[in-house]
């Protein structure tokens, strides 16, 4: 069956099916697409008991609708993850994250979880080994616009209001082995984040930069109304 559903004020239409069921196990797949062409939400999977409560166990994307992922939207991005969920718990495990062009995509794996209950509380995990930002920008070394890796740092944090006001609290990790940034290789960059109150704060950011520069920054990030 199809319907909508209101969140925090936003209007989200979503799709829900169910395959043959043996006993109390069968398969279901819901698609929840929020309003303006916005990412879809896929999930595909099973329910069955487990200790006298349901458990799904399926898998999850999220990506901007076909069509939608390129031009003026931005380049294309998804989101995959295995999904298991509890009425205590969800969990995405096997996450990888793709954001940019097949040619030249920024890669990212890891995992998350969300807690329930009373206090909820999400958990985010991410790694990946290398990321060319000169590349998925299609920028070269020698493009004045991105000489330094002191032009570009400042950019990208500057892309983190972005983030939006979480509705609850998260703990965010993420850990590159090396970043290429403004024809540089930064090397063991580290960002620990954590949202509370709607609030996000970067407790730790570090790399290391040619000529044994070490730079480390902390502090609040200011929402997109300032």
């Known amino acids: 069956f199809t319907g909508s559903a209101s969140y925090d004020g936003t209007a989200y239409g979503f799709r829900f099916n169910t395959g043959p069921f043996a006993g109390q196990s069968g398969g279901v797949h819901l698609a929840l697409t929020p309003p303006n062409a916005g990412p879809v939400l896929d999930i595909t999977g099973t329910i069955a008991p487990e200790g006298g409560r349901p458990r799904f166990t399926g898998q999850a994307t999220w990506a901007p609708p076909a069509g939608k992922g390129t031009g003026a939207a931005g380049p294309p991005w998804q989101a995959a993850a295995h999904l298991t969920a509890t009425t205590r718990r969800i969990v995405a495990d096997q996450l990888t994250l793709q954001y940019g062009a097949a040619a030249r995509a920024l890669r990212i794996t890891g995992s998350a979880t969300l807690n329930l209950g009373r206090s909820p509380h999400a958990t985010l995990t991410l790694q990946a080994r290398q990321l060319d930002l000169d590349r998925a920008r299609g920028v070269s070394s020698s493009d004045t616009a991105a000489a330094t890796p002191f032009q570009g740092l400042p950019q990208l944090l500057g892309a ?67």
């Open 160 to 226: 983190l209001p972005a983030l939006g006001r979480p509705p609850l609290p998260v703990s965010a990790f993420m850990s590159v082995d090396s970043v290429v940034l403004g024809g540089e290789l930064l090397q063991g960059t580290a960002l620990d984040m954590t949202a509370s109150n709607g609030v996000w704060t970067i407790d730790r950011f570090e790399t290391h930069l040619p000529g044994n520069t070490d730079l480390r920054a902390a502090g609040d990030v200011p929402t997109k109304a300032g």
